[in-house]
């Protein structure tokens, strides 16, 4: 006869660990079958092909022997039907070869006569139970995959077909899914022999389930989860004789507790029991068989209930169970989650307060997750599940929680505090283990009269583990593993759980309490992420993504509950917890969805919170805007109005001043703009909650989000803001411009408040993208819409006729009513103005805006010079006559395009002006942004000891604003179409020859008169004068010659030679405007870096001049008051 097996050699609890693991890889799998049959577009294509339909009816109505000559359909893609079902049969094949090992381990847990009870040999009563419901999950899972039979039945027939023989594990598994059509009905059957164990186990609930299944009154009245309850015992550890059993899920025990009473439906005459199944029953009216996976238990229970004799008391007991359910469960869940709220709202504000209460508190922490991780659990399943008969009451809404994310939040909120003062729980744990833990049961086994070997020596170990422990472990960063120690305390209880041991754990309920507290223990030390999955893990919502998503737009709109919209972004970093190694082809979707589902919520946070931004700026730029000039006219006009109208007092329409908005007549009364910043600071609460969500390997950034929100909003504003519009030709001022973008930029500022991102970043960004020609996204700028509008549409006008550039206003004046329309030239080219413009754009937008008006001198120099090569003869006989009067005169009436010559270098000259103006603005702006650099870069203008051959420094000077005696830019835009060198330098002296002789034409011009109140041509002649010194500056230092100075003189010989014989035209038409154009030379001595008033006078007497601007002056005043 053969000994019997030693309890070790049993090794009941790493079959049972392994086991466990397994069932849920297959519940995975099968899961994973189950939703891949259920929806067309993934379910395998053979399964929907209309030609194989007649084939599935027939192995359907076969199975399991089926005949393949009735299959012959199929003969042609044998192949690829192995090949798409080898995955899902062989899972099936799995399942067979797990639950023979299921069957095979229940078998040797009956013939051990295991005594299992939860309140004493823990983990082998829990992983007994879990691997049963497991099971029962698993066959009735499998029971509702759709197209088991053909999936099977196609597979084998092709297997058939390809090998000549069908699989060797076919028959067991057609059998198998014969058997268990009806799941529980074979169920019973089967657990007939293991009911024994399986009512040990389930009676022993007794003890803890009632105490769990409380409403949330008797919560309270027992100051449930409370620290400050009992002030007294604040420092004392937080433990109980059943710690393991403390943060056990109700909704497992309420699956033990339901399907394992199905199973040993006899026992339900016991009161006891059916006061368990009862509760359980009227907890809800679903309960889940895997993830999202549930079954309408009550319907389940009365359809299986039907087949058993006697059974119609037992039937009419669970409708009534059913009836409460729907009408008093989801309230009784909603006071408990109200409950929770609050209660671990005080938790965590207790524990940020004071966290080393974390270590002697830890209990309260992990039950408060766990029962919030129940009630979270049970909202989902119901929500998703509604009642299959709508009852009378108000069920309905009690499955809509508005306030959901506040608990889930302060869920989030209890696990961030355990993570980040673990080492504080380490040092409390252990300390607790080696100075007291090991030392009882130290006591305990030294009390014992007989220890079995094996017991002595796990009993030995654990001992010494505990006592060999020291907080400088903790301080040395050493890595804790005690997993050996509780799978040996899990070892110790299937030992003495079993009959015929020498050592009975029952015997020994103190021992087996001081271990469970210590393997309680052990967890705080090295176990914190796995514990925390067990008792909190929300990766349910990875299959509930609706619910999930509703729930946080609901939480996205309602104000109250914005501050806890961060723990929807955490909640997907637990989604990796629901993947297993059994199943990985499903870690890449999950993996995707989970980073999709993050990216999604983190972005709507960050719009909403955008969008609100927004919404104040706009608002604070209406009341930046009522606080300008312009507005004062309408207070002046009701000031002198009420003067004229005392006597109609009463009729007076009272106009709002800025600032009206700010009294407030009682506190409670809340403007739009007090909601705003309310929902702002609720929003911006949680995106600054943390500083980064990590979900798989990827780490995500809130306060990212929101600056790139904010930075792309801004710049879309600061466009918006311009108001360019081109049909209309409208803009606004720059000057309201830049009081609208400090307004928004105040606004955005203060969001620096609310949340930590660096809103200097956001400006710099969006500011500097603004000074270029496009923006990051290619959208045009600030910059290119100005500078289109000032070279395109101003200048332009000013070119038409009725604006003159006034040089003592420094702006383009309208001279008529028709100048005015669109709009007030003077309204848009004054200092003020260009300042304005050049703080928005800066040196960069004041560079693309000197570009392109070089750009428009270059075309019309390009122009002049065809000009002058269709009158090269002409000009040359000009150029060496100017001292014979007579041939210059018959010369100068060969000349072609003399007008045109005029009007374009005008056009230069109007360019020009409003670029000097403009460099003017922008050094201002410098000098009072950046002073010292400024002084520097004038030192260096000034001081450069060898010339500026590179152009280094005249470029950085015209980039600050700073005038140079040959304009850089200018001279870089026509070096571009320079033609060869003495080609280029000829055409360049008849050009100005050209000017010279034309400048007498311009006396008889109406429009050339000089007005003196403006310091300026009508026809913006006088604009010629920087045109003239300019553009051949440009063009003689182009050519390379040296010759400026001489050119120049040469220049003035010519104009003064011309002038001089305008003084003896007879003609009056010739000399209309004579003394006017006297002034130009003038001016265009006064502006040149070249010429002098001595070289002046050795070619036209200064007299004429000052007669001239005798002359202009007093004509001036007599056609303003004849």
Known sequence: MSRPMSPSQQKLAEKLVILNDRGVGMLTRIYNIKKACGDPKSKPAFLSDKTLESSIKFIIRKFPTVDIKGLQAIANIKNEIIKSLSLYYYTFVDLLDFKDNVCELLNIVDACQAHLDITLNFELTKNYLDLVTTYVSLMILL?????????????????????????????????LIMDYDVPMKKLTEEFGIHQKTLINALMSLAHIYPGRNLTADAWRSDQKLSLVGNPSQILKAAETNTMSCDYLSLEAMERWIIF?????????????????????????????LFRDEVIYIHSYIQGFFDGIKGYSKKISEVKDCYNHAVQKAGYKHRERRKFLRTALKELGLILTDQPGLLGPKALLIFMGLCYARDEVFWLLRHNDNPPLQKAKGKSTEDLVDRQLPELLFHMEELRALVRKYSQVMQRYYIQYLSGHDAIALNILIQNFQVLPEDEGIILSSLCNTAASLSVKQVEDNEMFDFRAFRLDWFRFQAYTSIARTALVIADNREMAQLIDKMVFHTKMVDNLDEIMVETSDLSIFCFYSKIFDDQFHMCLEFPAQNRYIIAFPLICSHFQNCTHELCPEERHHIRERSLSVVNMFLEEMAKEAKNIITTICDEQCKMSDKLLPKHCAQTIAQLVNRKKKDKNKKNAIEVMKPGSESFRKTRE??????????????????????????????TFAPREYLHQHLETRFSKALVVMVMFNQDTSEIAKPTELLVSV?????VLQTVENYVHIDITRVFNNALLQQTQSVDSHGEKTITSLYTTWYSEILLRRVSAGNICFSMNQKAFVSLTAEGTIPFNAEEF????????LAELIGPYGMKHLNETLMWHITSQVLEL???????????????????????????????????NVLQRMTIVGVILSFREIAQEALLDVLEQRIPFLISSIKDFQHHLPSGDPMRVISEMSSAAGLPCKVDPTLANALRQHKADDDEEHLIVCLLMVFVAV???????????????????????????????????????????????EDRMKEFLALTSSSLLRLGQEADKEATRNRESVYLLLDLIVQESPFLTMDLLESCFPYALIRNAYNAVYKQEQAMTHP
Not at 742 to 746: F, K, L, P
């Open 143 to 175: 029971s509702r995959v759709e197209d088991r039979k053909p999936v099977l039945g196609l597979f084998n027939a092709a297997y058939e077909m390809v090998h000549n023989q069908i699989d060797s594990s076919f028959p067991k598994l057609g059998q």
């Open 260 to 288: 394992g009473f199905m199973l040993c439906n006899h026992v339900l005459q016991n009161e006891q029991a059916n006061k368990m199944w009862v509760g359980a029953l009227e907890s809800g009216w679903v309960v889940a």
């Open 669 to 698: 009364e809340l403007t739009t703009m007090d909601k705003l910043h309310m929902a702002l600071t609720e929003l911006c609460f949680a995106i600054n909650y943390c500083t980064t969500v990590n979900v798989w390997e990827y």
């Open 742 to 746: 400090r307004a928004y930029m105040n």
């Open 829 to 836: 080219s004054d200092l003020n103005e260009l300042r304005a």
């Open 865 to 899: 010079k065809k000009h002058v090569i269709s009158n090269k003869d002409v000009l040359q006989m000009l150029r060496t006559s100017f001292d014979k009067p007579e041939v210059m005169k018959e010369q100068f009436k060969r000349l072609q395009y003399v007008d």
């Open 998 to 1044: 034309s400048i007498p034409r311009l006396a008889r011009n109406e429009s050339s008169f000089f007005k003196a109140s403006l310091e300026g041509h009508a026809n913006n002649s006088h604009c010629m004068a920087l045109a003239i010194n300019n553009v051949f500056g440009a063009l003689f230092t182009i050519c390379g010659q040296g010759d400026i």
